[in-house]
């Protein structure tokens, strides 16, 4: 009997830290699918939702996506997922005033976040960042440290009310990202 | 036949029950179940369960998995709080059927909202109905926000309503920027009441 006991348990909490361990992964890899769905897929009422690795999500177009859980209808999102085997990445984005709430948030793969600004503590419109593994790279700009190859970095844009988003959705066009070896 | 009967017996039954508690366990994890809100929320203020920026690196991995399958992705302090509601204030689930008057007094904060969301933490159609947020709620004389939760809007012409559509629902309150003495004293983050529409008639006359 103590050792049905034994297995039992040892297949339980194996199991169980396997469990944690891949949630977060298979939830990443839900919403891979939903961006490559807006890579690959044009709809007239979406707009363009993948320009050059940035996906301008659009709220409208939010509701048939899986991995989207309990999005905020006044936010307009815009997400650059990553892959740091092709380089460091280079990002560029347009800084709105500070009246209305803009941030930004780099997150490993497990969902974990390493970085986070927000337009109160930046001066100027413009606004320039490096996500790095390499712990060492020293630069000008911001620089954001991760931890996986792969992730994610989300920005959070307020809508006033909701015509103002073509505006917006206008305004954060602008945003860029590149791949780059060596500053 | 004796053998693989003993195997079944003594090695898979159990391996596999293991795996099946295990797993049982851990879908309390994946959904808004009251499972997951007593042991993950950061406090507890009345019927709300608040989360102090939910993803910060090295957290405990079972937070880690509600915020990935609730809601995706969540920030590093001081930046985001978030709070969430089952219940009302009777610690009666929010049934579709019934209209609610949430009240209170807004937190200090940059941004501020009420969403409602389906019990599978899906919006709710159409989304533009389900948000209150302090950019277009009206406060009263004393500061405060009274907001009607209700299934048809028309019911409550000029006044803060949003709509659940009928669905049973939770509410999820949204601090952005919120200020610093919020993390030192987690009880200090103010929280609205919610009471069904005609219980708060009858409590108000």
């Given amino acids: 009997m103590l050792n049905w006991i034994i297995k039992f348990i040892t297949a339980a909490v194996l199991s169980h830290a396997f469990f944690l361990w891949v949630g977060p992964h298979i939830v990443m890899s839900k919403l891979d699918k939903g961006l490559k769905r807006a890579q690959t897929e044009y709809r007239p009422e979406c707009g363009e939702r993948w320009v050059e690795g940035v996906i301008y999500s659009n709220p409208d177009c939010l509701s048939d996506v899986a991995s989207s859980r309990r999005p905020n209808p006044d936010f307009i999102y815009t997400l650059i997922p990553y892959d740091l085997k092709k380089g460091n990445l280079l990002v560029s984005a347009p800084v709105p005033s500070d009246d209305r709430y803009w941030s930004i948030h780099a997150h490993n793969r497990n969902t974990d976040a390493f970085y986070k600004i927000t337009n109160t503590e930046i001066d100027g419109d413009r606004f320039k960042f490096l996500v790095t593994r390499d712990r060492n790279l020293k630069s000008d700009l911001s620089v954001a440290y991760a931890s996986s190859n792969k992730g994610l970095i989300l920005f959070r844009l307020t809508m006033k009310n909701f015509k103002e988003y073509s505006i917006l959705d206008e305004f954060r066009r602008s945003t860029n990202r590149k791949y780059v070896e060596n500053l | ?205």
Wanted: aromatic share 14%.
């Fill in chain 2, 1 to 205: 036949m004796m053998q693989n009967q003993g195997l079944l017996k003594n090695t898979m039954i159990p391996i596999f029950g293991g795996i099946l508690l295990s797993f049982m366990f851990f879908y309390q994890f994946t959904h808004t179940t009251s499972l997951a809100q007593k042991i993950l929320g950061d406090v507890h203020i009345n019927q709300w369960i608040s989360h102090f920026d939910q993803s910060m690196e090295g957290q405990n991995p079972w937070l880690r998995n509600y915020i990935a399958f609730t809601g995706l992705v969540g920030s590093i302090r001081p930046e985001i709080i978030y709070l969430e509601a089952m219940y009302d204030d009777n610690q009666t689930p929010l049934l579709g059927n019934q209209d609610y008057i949430l009240k209170g007094t807004p937190p200090d904060c940059r941004y501020w909202s009420f969403v409602v969301y389906d019990f599978n933490n899906r919006r709710i159609e159409p989304y533009e109905e389900t948000i209150a947020s302090f950019h277009r709620i009206e406060l009263d004389e004393n500061g405060q926000y009274e907001i009607i939760i209700t299934d048809d809007l028309r019911k409550y012409p000029d006044q803060n309503a949003i709509s659940h559509a009928g669905n049973d629902f939770n509410i999820i309150m949204r601090i952005y920027g919120p200020k610093l003495s919020y993390y030192k004293n987690k009880s200090s983050v103010p929280v609205g009441s919610i009471l069904p529409s005609k219980e708060y008639v009858e409590l108000d006359n």
